[in-house]
């Protein structure tokens, strides 16, 4: 049986941090691209960051570069995103998924995630 299980998400004023992590079950999680995922209810979903299977290659969406760390622990099947300089426009629900194939750190889209977790919430208030 499949899980994907998200925690870390929270209530932190602007430039506060947040770490979120990941924890999944059920494949081979060492097999996956992993990504992390926001939403606002009513908008599409944006990927936020992507993580090659090893580790060694990521992608970040232009409103987070250089503020979001991602990275992944394959021997705990745990995959992290370090939040710095946290902005209201980053209140968003936070998804965790597994994703089929990796897209040379060019993007991250959704269409061909195979995992998805049920999403922790964050709030950053200004």
């Known amino acids: 049986q499949v899980q994907v299980v998200e925690s870390g998400g929270g209530l932190v004023q602007a430039g506060g941090s947040l770490r979120l992590s990941c924890t999944a079950s059920g494949f081979r999680f060492d097999y996956y691209t992993m990504g992390w995922f926001r939403q606002v209810p009513g908008k599409e979903r944006e990927g936020v960051s992507c993580?090659?299977?090893?580790?060694?290659?990521?992608y970040y969406a232009d409103s987070v570069k250089g503020r979001f760390t991602i990275s992944r622990d394959n021997a705990k099947n745990t995959l992290y995103l370090q939040m710095n300089s946290l902005k209201p426009e980053d209140s968003r629900r936070y998804y965790c998924a597994a994703d089929s194939a990796w897209y040379g750190g060019r993007a991250c889209p959704e269409s061909t995630v195979s995992y998805w977790g049920q999403g922790t919430q964050v709030t950053v208030s200004s």
């Open positions: 993580i090659i299977w090893s580790g060694g290659s990521t």
